[in-house]
């Protein structure tokens, strides 16, 4: 029970890794990990491909090497991502699908190490080695970070990109909605080195808070944790009143000025130049007139980012019309035209089909089929808990195993009831946010911060560093559990996306030195 304890307090991913490392050992699920077969996957496919990767290396033979790769680009292959392979160990899954996801990599390593000459003594040219890189990267496609909603809780988003950016699983491909498209916008208007700085909370000035309601309004935290009250019963109902009518506990102009001091007058496309990440803001808004309601450095290329995050945002309560904002060819900070074809609606009014849905268009701008969802919407989350990945599940519940199924049992049928009514247009608009989960293009993952019902009376405490930190932490301990599920479903993707940014610019080198 204390190494339990200690995996749940743990601060670091190294530490919850060694502490489930050690539960491992100590219930002898190390030895279920070791054994390769599993009537949940075909382990013989597996191993048969882990042994060609393998062979083709040794025995210098690219061109088998690419073929094997090339006949498993499936995150899916034999079933090797189903969630029984990562319920029952703590510390990650068959062995066997660790380390043919790691074989994956080396392999594309030792393609793309075979040097820069024209030819290798099996035909395999340069650019036979940049046509697989870019085929096998299309083939298998792309993951979005998808941050949702969130309100009070926003800021374990940031806990969320934390983790995956360390641990080099971060998609270049950002999307947020409401409280999470600003996030996302933070995320992508930096660089590396900045956003290293804003992940470990160097870069986030919290003394800004104190002026924030006399001349500045350019804090952080505030916009993320929607808290701007001070005393505190009076702070609390005046703040539950605001969530109620506005869905925000900052008032929705103030959150504008916030965004444009905290974002600037950055546009889509300047943010893609810079960063290279690619930004997308989702907004409640149904598409007339080729309008779109889904904006990227491809759909809004001159829109300003803050005024995307704010119709995002848009709020029942709001004083005046959101209206958004582009630059002109001169840089002339002008009203965006297309706007004036939006209906934005709040997310609390607004309901849309899968075909209506902005995330449909991700697969055919992006090449998107995998979706990483951090989910923070706290209606939701109870609904979600019991789906995820749960290392060690069967050992916490052996005691209660039949009140847990017999709870699972009741958010089924609960969530059945929900769809029924929502299929016959009877479930009303506030209450299918609050309780649905959006449809999803393509397969996932969702990820949720490790939250209690006592973690929601923080959200009205004044903000501080100390809170801030306690925030993010509660979103990283949300990706730890699923962490080895998402490097099995995505390590080869980052591989080879980073792959085919190294061959890219050695392209634009050679054809500058010519």
Not at 482 to 493: D, I, P, T
């Amino acid at each position: 029970m204390a190494l339990l304890r200690r995996l749940k307090q743990a601060r670091t991913y190294q530490e919850w890794l060694d502490t489930a490392s050690a539960l491992d050992e100590i219930y002898g699920l190390n030895e279920w990990r070791s054994q390769p077969d599993s009537p949940l996957y075909n382990y013989q496919n597996i191993s048969a491909r882990l042994d060609a990767l393998r062979r083709g290396q040794a025995d210098d033979d690219p061109l088998r090497v690419c073929n094997t790769i090339r006949t498993g680009l499936i995150r899916n292959m034999v079933n090797i991502a189903v969630p029984g392979l990562y319920d029952k160990a703590f510390a990650g899954t068959k062995r066997l699908i660790e380390q043919y996801a790691v074989e994956q990599t080396m392999a594309v390593r030792y393609l793309m190490g075979l040097g820069t000459s024209q030819s290798h003594r099996s035909g395999f040219t340069a650019q036979a080695k940049f046509d697989f890189i870019r085929g096998a990267r299309q083939g298998l496609g792309r993951s979005t970070l998808l941050l949702q909603g969130g309100s009070v809780l926003g800021t374990c988003h940031i806990g969320v990109v934390r983790t995956l950016y360390y641990e080099r699983m971060l998609p270049r491909v950002i999307t947020g909605t409401a409280t999470g498209a600003f996030v996302a916008a933070l995320i992508c208007i930096k660089t590396n080195q900045e956003l290293e700085l804003f992940l470990d909370g160097k870069g986030i000035d919290l003394a800004a808070f104190e002026r924030q309601r006399r001349e500045d309004k350019s804090n952080l935290f505030p916009i993320l944790a929607r808290e701007n009250g001070y005393g505190w019963l009076r702070s609390i109902s005046r703040q539950v009143i605001r969530l109620v009518d506005e869905q925000y506990l900052l008032g929705f102009d103030l959150l504008r000025e916030c965004a444009r001091a905290i974002l600037g007058n950055i546009t889509f496309e300047e943010a893609y130049a810079k960063t290279k990440r690619i930004l997308n803001i989702t907004v409640a808004a149904p598409r007339k007139g080729g309008t779109p309601n889904l904006l990227n450095y491809l759909t809004a290329p001159n829109v300003l980012i803050w005024s995307a995050v704010m119709a995002s945002n848009v709020s029942l309560a709001a004083k005046s019309p959101v209206q958004m904002w582009c630059k002109s060819e001169t840089g002339q900070i002008v009203l965006w035209e297309q706007s004036a074809d939006l209906d934005l609606k709040s997310w609390y009014r607004f309901r849309c089909s899968s075909k209506e849905s902005p995330l449909r268009f991700l697969p055919q701008l992006f090449n998107v089929n995998h979706f990483i969802i951090s989910q923070a919407r706290p209606f939701i989350i109870p609904l979600f808990r019991e789906e995820m990945h749960r290392p060690g599940g069967q050992i916490r519940v052996r005691t209660w195993k039949i009140f847990q199924c017999l709870k699972q049992l009741a958010k089924i049928e609960i969530r059945y009831r929900l769809r029924q009514l929502d299929a016959l247009c009877c479930l009303p608009a506030f209450l299918h946010r609050i309780f649905l989960e959006e449809n999803i293009p393509g397969s996932c993952v969702v990820l949720l911060p490790d939250i209690s019902l006592w973690d929601l009376t923080k959200i009205f405490e004044k903000p501080s560093r100390e809170g801030l930190k306690y925030w993010i932490l509660k979103g990283e301990r949300g990706v730890w559990p699923s962490m080895n599920a998402l490097k099995v479903r995505c390590v080869l993707e980052m591989e080879l996306e980073n792959a085919y940014q190294e061959l890219t610019r050695r392209q634009d080198n050679e054809l500058l030195t010519w």
